[in-house]
């Protein structure tokens, strides 16, 4: 942020808001969660602690935009809006879950219901089949127990040393990137070498935490439940060639159909980030008749991202997020800090 930009900020905090509302609070807010734990399970994880939030947390957030009179809409109204087709008279919030975890159903599914609250989930196929890598949890368990990772593969061999879990975990962006990078012909073999893991292993851990073809199927026929794609195997798509990208994101699709018997319109970029997406994949989302397609990259919703219906923004959302922050998210500064007065950032 330049010293124009600060000023700016300033200016906007001084205002407590009211400021920037008018230029970035935009027509609302994406949020993206991924699990729903209790908080006796929520407590077990470190590294992943955050990547789930407490079902009485997920309420009071619901509760808290009701009271702002916050209006939650699915995908599809959002992608109707943005084309122009309908017209939206209050802000308005859209939920989105991310991977397919099975916790949305048992923890997520009766606050949604009992809210009436629209929602979608995206769902990686690869959790639902058996063979999700989930190597974001491999990491904190390994990371308790030894001192050093080698990942060797193909394109580098690298080596990653800690002291204690916590270092380890402070190592977390970088081992990562260094996943990621992996190509995902060989991430299975890599895997399992560098965490010591089994087949049986890794596909025990993916069905204990994962959502059945079954019960993604209930969840669907749930009216205000919409099941996205999100890959078939969790791949960071700007990591990987174009062929690959394709072959990733309709096979996901296709699949879903197939299995809940609908058309499946919304798509969410694995991890998201911008080491994970670039334009030739927001692409390629348009080209297999997306109506909406979101990054992990936090910013408000404005009705000029209709040219950017492949790449919206997202805000996180998580047991730690704060009033202050909830409400720098509806104001627009929160966007303002991460953004600045560009409402795509992502071209
Ligand atoms: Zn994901």
Redesign the pocket.
């Given at each position: 942020m330049n010293w124009f930009e600060q000023k700016i900020l300033g200016l906007f905090v001084k205002t407590k808001g009211k400021l920037s509302a008018r230029i970035l609070a935009g027509q609302g807010l994406i949020f993206m969660l991924?699990r729903v734990l209790p908080e006796n399970e929520r407590e077990k994880y470190t590294l992943n602690r955050d990547l789930a939030i407490t079902p009485e947390k997920l309420e009071e957030y619901i509760l808290f935009f009701k009271q702002h009179d916050y209006h939650f809409i699915s995908l599809d109204e959002l992608s109707d809006w943005l084309d122009g087709k309908i017209k939206l008279n209050k802000k308005i919030v859209c939920l989105t879950f991310?991977?397919g975890y099975r916790d949305n159903l048992i923890h997520g599914l009766p606050i949604l219901k009992k809210h009436q609250v629209p929602a979608t989930i995206?769902v990686?196929n690869c959790l639902p089949n058996g063979t999700g890598l989930l190597w974001w949890y491999y990491f904190e368990e390994f990371a308790n127990k030894a001192n050093r990772l080698i990942l060797d593969s193909s394109i580098r061999k690298v080596e990653f040393c800690w002291k204690d879990s916590n270092d380890a975990f402070s190592q977390f962006q970088q081992v990562s990137e260094a996943i990621k990078s992996i190509p995902s012909i060989e991430l299975r073999h890599v895997l399992k070498s560098s965490f010591g893991l089994t087949d049986e292993e890794m596909e025990k851990h993916c069905r204990e935490i994962s959502l059945t073809w079954d019960e993604i199927k209930v969840l669907s026929d749930e009216t205000m439940i919409n099941i996205g794609a999100?890959t078939m195997n969790?791949v960071s798509v700007k990591q990987q060639e174009s062929e690959l990208v394709k072959v990733e994101m309709l096979n996901s699709k296709l699949e879903i159909e197939s299995k809940i018997g609908k058309k499946v319109a919304h798509f969410?970029y694995?991890?998201?980030g911008e080491f994970d997406v670039c334009e030739r994949d927001i692409k390629i989302a348009s080209s297999l008749g997306f109506k909406t397609s979101t990054l992990n990259q936090p910013g408000n919703i404005f009705k000029t991202n209709k040219s950017r219906k492949q790449a919206l923004a997202r805000m996180p959302l998580g047991n730690r997020t704060e009033a202050e922050r909830m409400n720098n998210y509806m104001n627009g500064i929160y966007h303002f800090s991460v953004n600045g007065f560009k409402k795509e950032k992502y071209s």
């Open positions: 991924h991310d991977d995206y990686t999100h969790h969410a694995p991890f998201g």
